[in-house]
């Protein structure tokens, strides 16, 4: 999400993270779900999968096949409300 795309680089910050005592590990914007996969197999803490990002849709049960064993929606329902508010259309 930062612009830097370099997923050994954020596996090896996430094995620090959990190496420091992290409890559940996160790195949101992940390209796809072979990036997830291999992000599980290298960790052996709980991994958070965040649904919601636009265009990154990825249905529970193929996430959690994955390895992915935390599931956030994030600002999606957030932001569900507030376009519904925001829309010039509504009744």
């Keep these: 999400m930062r612009g830097n795309p370099d997923l050994d680089d954020t ?5 620090a993270y ?3 005592g992290a409890d559940v ?3 949101p914007g992940l390209p ?3 990036a997830v996969k291999k992000v599980c197999a290298a960790l052996s803490k709980p991994f958070n999968f965040m649904v919601g990002i636009r265009g990154k849709f990825v249905q529970r049960r193929r996430a959690r ?3 992915v064993r935390r599931i956030s ?4 329902l957030y932001r569900a ?4 508010l925001a829309d010039p259309q509504r009744k």
């Design 65 to 67: 096949g994955s390895g």
């Design 18 to 20: 959990e190496k420091a």
């Design 32 to 34: 796809d779900l072979a």
């Design 25 to 27: 590990l996160f790195a």
């Design 11 to 15: 596996i090896k910050r996430l094995q």
């Design 81 to 84: 409300a507030m376009s519904g």
């Design 73 to 76: 929606l994030a600002t999606s």
